[in-house]
């Protein structure tokens, strides 16, 4: 697929997570052959720099502040079939770390800290600067790409989110329960939508996309023809 020429394509995608976010926006930037952001990534990365240096978490903006302040978070393309891209931080391959039951709680909590979101904002629309890009996360049209041609709100429901998380974290090695993660996908859902800084909303002018009865290519196809019908590749 080719885009209109002079033009640099913005698709922001947000909604809660187990949405389907990530594979969705991996496999639309291979197709259309445009930079993927997963900004759910950096915050993850935050998470563990807190809680590589032993900080406690909650209550604590300040001095995980100061530890993004100095550091590099890099995210950069992965031929793994089990990760959607590398996240580097200060040059080294943190990836495998990112995914366990503790950074995922932990990226929520450092989420909610405005001086964290206004700094990963920063260095999420720098990134978006000057090239076509895929974003998503929580408060992508809302706030990192306002000005995008096309935004998406994915969801589905909460027990087949809670089911694809679930089946995720058996393939990683971590044994727990379905009830267990069902109950963590509604408690991360309440704190994701309830924050006082960018809370997880559709803006007016999303198209949301349930995607519980659908397969990752019907979603992919779906967009895709979304995006021909607005004119925006050939």
Not at 30 to 43: D, F, N, R
Not at 97 to 104: A, D, G, I, Y
Not at 182 to 188: A, G, Q, S
Request: glycine share 6%; hydrophobic share 40%.
């Amino acid at each position: 697929m080719a885009m209109k020429q002079n033009n640099f394509l913005q698709i922001a995608i947000d909604g809660p997570v187990g949405a389907g976010k990530s594979i969705i926006a991996n496999l639309l930037s291979k197709k259309l052959g445009i930079v993927y952001v997963y900004t759910g990534a950096m915050y993850r990365a935050v998470a563990y720099l807190g809680l590589r240096n032993n900080l406690s978490l909650e209550n604590n903006e300040e001095k995980i502040f100061t530890l993004l302040q100095k550091a590099e978070i890099e995210l950069t393309p992965t031929d793994q079939k089990d990760r959607v891209c590398n996240v580097l931080i200060d040059g080294e391959d943190v990836s495998d770390e990112l995914f366990t039951p503790e950074v995922s709680w932990g990226s929520s909590v450092v989420a909610t800290y405005p001086k964290i979101r206004q700094e990963l904002v920063k260095r999420q629309q720098k990134i978006a600067q000057g090239q076509s890009v895929i974003m998503e996360g929580r408060d992508i049209a809302l706030r990192v790409l306002p000005e995008a041609q096309i935004k998406i709100f994915m969801t589905a429901d909460v027990k087949v989110r809670a089911q694809r998380r679930w089946r995720d974290l058996q393939k990683k090695g971590y044994q727990k329960t379905y009830e267990e993660v069902l109950n963590e996908t509604i408690d991360r859902d309440y704190q994701d939508s309830h924050r006082e800084t960018d809370p997880l909303k559709k803006v007016a002018e999303a198209w949301v996309l349930d995607t519980t009865n659908l397969t990752i290519e019907e979603v992919v196809d779906l967009i895709c023809q979304k995006i021909k019908e607005k004119g925006l590749i050939k």
